[in-house]
């Protein structure tokens, strides 16, 4: 693998996988609403990991893995701006109307109000 595509890679280590992580950032995190997103943070000593979660009320399964791409490459591109701390971004009714440029937007609008400052 090209030692560039490492630094915008998206791995295992920087997700949130068990629901144990999910519900600490939830019950402990910081709460950023947006039109279309909720974004939970919670500083942590050790990575930066996102977590994506996009329920079946916002579309059928095309949407939310549009959704969930979207929210991805939004992380991969700009990761070096984001704080250590653990994140979970929900998203909301409305946002399978998006493209990448109102997620990016809208997002880093978000994370600029939460505590990382995204370009």
Do not use: W
Request: hydrophobic share 40%; glycine share 4%; with cysteine.
């Amino acid at each position: 693998m090209h030692p560039n595509n490492t630094r915008n890679s998206f791995t295992k280590d920087e997700r949130l996988l068990k629901r144990s992580q999910f519900l600490h950032v939830s019950d402990a995190g910081k709460k950023i609403h947006t039109a279309h997103f909720i974004i939970l943070g919670l500083v942590s000593a050790d990575l930066t990991k996102i977590g994506i979660t996009v329920s079946r009320k916002v579309g059928n399964a095309v949407c939310r893995n549009r959704i969930r791409r979207l929210v991805r490459e939004f992380y991969r591109l700009n990761k070096q701006h984001f704080a250590v701390a653990y994140y979970n971004i929900i998203a909301k009714r409305g946002a399978e109307q998006l493209n990448y440029q109102q997620v990016c937007r809208e997002l880093a609008n978000a994370l600029e109000r939460l505590y990382i400052k995204p370009c």
